[in-house]
């Protein structure tokens, strides 16, 4: 008895008791499997596979063929771990039924594994649950839509590298060449290719007996076997092979599946891999390193940082739009010149404004208002928003960027037709982005406080959690044959090509990213406010509810760190204000009319220019009003330059005044009308006197205040009753929206009520379906499991009998919509042309017309 044999039979007693085979008698089929589990059992297989409860099945028969349906299965398989999947790559090449020391075997080979033994159990518990395999533990069956996805085929080569059988490879082989190739492997010849092709397989599945036939082949041969052992197994071979080629034909260690190509039987290949059927097999998910190691209060610290930069970025955004906001383009979207002038005006890079425009537009802060000229703006609720405080505001967009399927990570790729994803544009969606995001903040909350994960490691989990299933490429190589036989085959590339970056895994990378930016991670650790949106233990995310409750925690947990809004500036003598922290809202607004940003930060810095001071005037202040502000809310006192800056201005404001007749100056000091007619700068506005204070011009309004003021000049613009025109920026607003909705990656999980509810129904109507009737006037109804058919008189009759006896009854049911139903009924009451009765279908007491009842059949004494 071998090592591996040992370790097997240690093992054996670990498997659980539900996969253990019984002595009742085995299933069938799939249907009767789900019968014998326990509701918990079906509970579990729903919640594990939500898409078979939509609709709810009327049955267990109808539960078992949807869970057969090849959507179905592939979003299962697409959802198993890398080592449960293993294992049903591993079913899926083993005979059926097979038992489960045969699975062990091909898992761990002829030296064993204890890692692989012990995970076995949880990965057979884990096919089981999810019905993508039945049967007890000697006689277990892979699902036929997951054997036909996953064994191996020319088109679908498996992941194992493993061929087809000999019986298979040999299925159009004449049976005169199949006695050709037992007599040169040294077989008895038999009288039927069926036996055969048994004894080629026996002969490959000894492993003396294979062991002695491969010593005497040549090493050439040998060769030819270890470039093909571990797939793919199909190569190309010219018309005239090389001897070692033609010797391993000749026994069978390669079969032909066509005119040029060979391949190595499965048998064979297992014993030249010491039985097992994956080369690298990995049992045990791998383990988050920590990268780097913080105090607590550095992390959170950090976080608060980049949760005000994030607030403050998306506050200058909604500031940027609400002017003069982007166009939408034809088919829906941002275009690039617009994403550039965003990311220029935020001082970030494209994909950062990518970013935090979908962020806003997530959170319902931007939107399109739907007009002629159809432009994106902040919303009304971005006002709401912008009165919140920062913690709130905080919570706001990371509440919202959790469930958001659409990833701005894709911005500037293509779609499946070649056509450019523009941001805020169609095609960004990615129903695994949330479930993506929590599962990133799950693995950063599962490791020590204040502790960094080194991103490589956690990439692997997610990619170990979740595994690609990328075939190998079905194009057969060349038979590698000898380098120095000049006739052999081509020498086909063997090495595989790299995996290019899955979706998920660019998903996990965007995500590590943007909670950086967000402050859920401060120096890439989970931050404590970001704790608070997690559960511990947890696999799913949270549903929109214990989401805000989550985010009242979050949200007081971020407060103590983010800076207090400041009521103050100090004034430079260089014409500067510094910000020493984020200012309150009504003063920002009001230091952003008379000053522009120069520069953001920790700290952020304003410059005050003729044009800024201006830009004050124009809208209604007085250059007292200006003076009283800054000495209101500066900490040091206005230096003299500013004063004289303020006064400079405003005594040349509204000097020159402009009205429209096309557009006309107007000025008391005629003077300076012929100094401005004088000027060579002022000829592309065409201007000529029609008074000694009056010029006409042929430009409109705007462009004469533009061309004057870029002259030096400080005109104000004039209404037509001769006032001035107070001009401020029009803060634009969208209708009422609300935020996108997420687009789900399937369906959601059911809950624990929905769950209950559909066992129930599946239970009561899979007791109708199977219930023993006795016979009626339509008996082939009550066989073939169509509605019972009766008349009028024979349904009164039988249901009348039935009340008094106390009977139960199955009925055939139309209701008032034409939808037919099976139902099994304990008639109680029957009067006025009703039945009243226990529904043990509902579980629930119902009233029936009788006329939509189709047709009634007793049940046998013991079906109930």
Not at 362 to 376: H, K, Q
Not at 742 to 767: H, N, S, W, Y
């Amino acid at each position: 008895m071998g090592t591996g044999e040992l370790d097997r039979e240690a093992h054996v007693p670990a498997r659980s008791a539900s996969t253990a085979s019984t002595a009742g008698t085995a299933p069938r089929t799939l249907a009767e499997a789900l019968r014998a589990r326990g509701d918990e059992g079906l509970a579990a297989l729903l919640r594990a596979r939500p898409d078979l409860l939509t609709p709810v099945p009327g049955d267990l028969t109808q539960l078992a063929t949807r869970a057969g349906t090849r959507a179905s299965v592939v979003r299962a398989l697409e959802r198993l771990d890398r080592f449960a999947l293993q294992t049903a790559q591993a079913l899926a090449v083993a005979a059926e039924p097979t038992s489960y020391d045969t699975v062990l075997a091909l898992l761990t080979g002829d030296d064993g594994d204890r890692a692989v033994a012990d995970a076995l159990p949880r990965a057979l518990g884990m096919l089981r649950e999810q019905a993508l395999v039945w049967g007890d533990d000697e006689r277990m069956r892979l699902v036929r839509t997951a054997r036909e996805l996953l064994a191996p085929s020319p088109q679908h080569p498996s992941p194992t590298g493993l061929g087809p059988t000999v019986a298979e490879a040999t299925a159009g082989m004449s049976p005169g060449r199949v006695q050709e190739i037992l007599a040169t492997a040294g077989l008895a010849a038999t009288h039927d290719p069926v036996s055969a092709v048994a004894a080629l397989t026996s002969l490959f599945s000894d492993r003396e007996r294979m062991a002695a036939l491969l010593d005497t082949a040549p090493s050439e041969a040998l060769a030819v076997l270890d470039r093909l052992v571990w797939g793919p197994p199909y190569g190309e071979v010219t018309a005239d092979p090389a001897p070692p080629v033609r010797w391993l034909r000749d026994r069978g260690l390669l079969l032909p599946a066509s005119p040029r190509t060979l391949v190595l039987p499965r048998e064979a290949a297992l014993h030249l891999r010491g039985g097992r059927a994956h080369r690298v097999l990995e049992p045990v998910a791998p383990e988050v390193l920590v990268a780097a190691e913080y105090r607590p209060q550095v992390v959170d610290s950090t976080a608060a940082g980049q949760a005000y930069t994030a607030l403050a970025t998306v506050e200058e955004l909604l500031k940027d739009w609400q002017t003069a906001g982007p166009a939408v383009l034809r088919a829906g979207g941002l275009s690039v010149r617009d994403l550039k002038r965003t990311a220029a005006a935020l001082d970030v890079s494209e994909p950062l404004a990518a970013f935090w425009i979908e962020l806003a537009f997530a959170a319902g802060l931007l939107a399109s208002d739907g007009e002629a000229d159809e432009r994106y703006a902040p919303t009304p609720a971005s006002d709401e928003w912008l009165d919140l405080p920062a913690p709130a505001r905080w919570t706001t967009l990371v509440t919202a960027w959790l469930p958001a399927t659409r990833t701005s990570g894709l911005v500037g790729g293509q779609d499946a037709k070649a056509r450019t994803l523009a941001a805020l544009g169609p095609g960004l969606d990615r129903g695994a982005a949330p479930e993506v995001r929590h599962r990133v903040l799950t693995l950063l909350g599962a490791l020590p406080e204040a502790t960094a994960p080194d991103p490589e490691t956690l990439l692997a989990r997610l990619h170990w959690e979740r595994p690609v299933r990328t075939p190998a490429p079905a194009a057969p190589p060349a038979v590698p044959p000898p380098a120095r036989d000049a006739n052999a085959a081509r020498t086909a590339a063997a090495g595989s090509r790299p995996e290019p970056a899955d979706l998920r895994s660019r998903i996990a990378s965007w995500t590590l990213t943007e909670c950086e930016l967000l402050g859920l991670t401060g120096r890439g650790a989970l931050s404590t406010a970001a704790r608070a949106l997690i559960a511990a233990g947890e696999g799913t995310a949270p549903t929109p509810a214990e989401l805000a409750a989550r985010a009242l925690l979050a949200e007081q947990a971020i407060a103590p760190f983010l800076p207090a809004p400041l009521d103050h500036v100090l004034l430079q003598a260089d014409l500067t204000a510094v910000a020493p922290g984020p200012l309150e809202r009504p003063l920002a607004e009001a230091l952003g009319v008379v000053a522009d940003v120069e520069s953001k930060g920790g700290a952020t810095v304003y410059r005050f220019t003729p044009a800024s001071v201006r830009r004050a005037l124009d809208a209604g202040q007085a250059a007292a009003d200006l003076h009283a502000f800054l000495a209101r809310h500066s900490r040091t006192p206005v230096p003299q330059p500013l004063s004289y800056l303020i006064d400079d201005v405003a005594r040349k404001h509204g000097h020159l005044r402009i009205g429209a007749a096309s557009a006309y100056v107007r000025c008391d000091d005629d003077a300076l009308l012929d100094e401005i007619l004088a000027d060579k700068r002022s000829a592309p506005l065409r201007l000529r006197r029609l008074a000694p204070t009056v010029l006409a011009a042929q430009a409109d309004p705007a462009s004469l205040l533009e061309g004057l003021r870029g002259m030096g000049y400080a005109p104000a613009g004039e209404s037509a009753e001769g006032d001035v025109l107070i001009t401020r920026a029009n803060a634009h607003r969208t209708p009422p929206r609300t935020p996108p909705a997420p687009v789900p990656d399937g369906p959601p999980v059911p809950d624990e009520t929905l769950l209950g509810a559909a066992v129930k129904a599946i239970r009561a109507g899979d007791m109708a379906a199977t219930a023993v009737r006795r016979p009626t006037s339509d008996t082939s109804a009550t066989t073939d499991g169509r509605l019972p058919r009766t008349t009028p008189a024979e349904t009164l009759a039988t249901v009348q009998a039935a009340a008094l006896t106390g009977s139960a009854l199955w009925i055939g049911y139309v209701n008032a919509d034409g939808a037919a139903s099976q139902r099994v009924i304990a008639p109680v009451r029957v009067e006025g042309g009703f039945v009243t009765a226990y529904d043990h279908t509902a579980d629930e007491v119902r009233t029936y017309p009788l006329h939509r009842i189709t047709g009634v059949a007793e049940l046998e004494d013991d079906a109930t």
